[in-house]
C-alpha cells in the first residue's frame, strides 16, 4: 500500500460521521495496525449508522483532495498512532488520539513540554507572570505548549518564540483555521519554528465542545501543566482536572483574594496542586518525569528497530552520515539535514533524539540542532 494510499484510508475513517478516535483505533488493532485492514473492517461492520455506512461505501473524493492538498504543503503532516515518532505519551491518556495534523515540526511533541494556561482576559499581573514563567521555563529547555487562546495561551506561545525556544499549540479547529483570528500572525510564527496541532480534519472550525477535547491533549503531551489565573469557571481548570487525572503534575500561581481570577488557581492548591512561587518549584518537580520520557522514547525508538527488522541493526552508517551531514558550525534544521544524509525526516529525527539521549547533539531555536560532542 503506498503512502498516498495509507493517508487516504486515514482520512476516510477519520471523516467517517460518528466514527471517533477509540473505535478507530480498535478497528486498528483488530486489524494488526494495518490501516487497509482497518478500513475493511469498517466497511463490513453492519451496526454502524446508515451516514456512516455511506461515506465509507463512497466517500466524497472532493473532500478527501482537498485535504490531501493540505498535507501535500512543506511541513504539513499527519503524524499517526502507528508512527514510531507519534508521542508516546498520549497513548496513555483517555480517549487518545488516532491521529495528529500537525504543521510545523512535529519532533517538538516528543520533547520534555510543560503546558501554560490560564484566562483569557487575565489582568496584567497575569499576563506579567506568564511572560515571567515561559522565559525562564524555556531557558530550562522545556518546550511551551498551550491552546493558542486569548490572554496567558497567547504570551505564553509568543515569549516561547521571542526568547528563542519551541511551542507547541493545540487547536480547538481544524489546522487550516485559526481561532482566534487576531492570531493570524503568531500561528504562522508557531508553524515555522514551532507546531501547531490539532486532531479535527482541515475545514474544522470552532466549536465549544472542540476546546475541552483539546484540553486533553495539552494536557497529554505535557509533564505538567501550569495554571495562570482562572475563573473557578475557567477552561484551563479543566486542563488542570485533566491532567491531574493523567498522572502529571499540576501546578498554580496564588494571587489576590480580592481577585477574581485567583480563586481557580487557589481551588486548584486547595485540591492538591503544588503552589508555586519560582520556577525552580515546576523544574524540581519535572526533572524525574522528563528522563522518564526521554527513557520511554529511547526503549520505544529501540523495539521498533528490532520489529521491523530480521537481524539486529547497525544504526552506525545512518548515524555517521548524520552526524557529517550536522558537521560541527551552525545549527542545522530538520530538513536540510534529510537533504544532506539522503534519510527520509522521520528518520533524522528518530535518530535525532537517540543523540540527544547520549549528549551528542543539542536542540536550538527555531528546529535546529547542533553538534556538541
Known sequence: MSEHDDLR?????MRAPGVGAATLRAWL????????????????????????REWL?????????ADMAWLDMPGH???RCTETDFPPQLDTIADPPAALFVAG???????PQIAIVGARG??????ANARLFARAL???????????????DGVAHAVALETGGAT???MGTGPDRIYPRRHQNLAATIERDGALVSEFVPGTGPKAGHFPRRNRIIAGLSLGTLVIEASVRSGSLITARLASEQGREVFALPGSIHNPLARGCHRLIRDGAQLVETVDDIIQALQPLALALGDDLARRLEDDAEVNTDKPVDHDPERNRLLDALGHGEPVAVDVLSLRSGLSAQAVSSLLLLLELEGEVAGQAGGRWLRVA
Open 9 to 13: 484510508a486515514w482520512l476516510i475513517l
Open 29 to 52: 488493532k483488530e486489524a494488526g495496525g494495518d490501516i487497509d485492514g482497518a478500513l475493511a473492517l469498517a466497511r463490513a461492520e453492519r451496526r454502524l449508522s446508515p451516514a456512516t
Open 57 to 65: 461505501r463512497l466517500p466524497d473524493a472532493e473532500r478527501l483532495d
Open 77 to 79: 503532516r499527519l503524524l
Open 105 to 111: 515540526r512535529a519532533e517538538w511533541l516528543l520533547r
Open 122 to 127: 487575565a489582568s496584567p499581573a497575569g499576563l
Open 138 to 152: 524555556v531557558g530550562t529547555g522545556l518546550v511551551i505548549t498551550s491552546g493558542l487562546a486569548d490572554g496567558i
Open 168 to 170: 507547541v499549540a493545540v
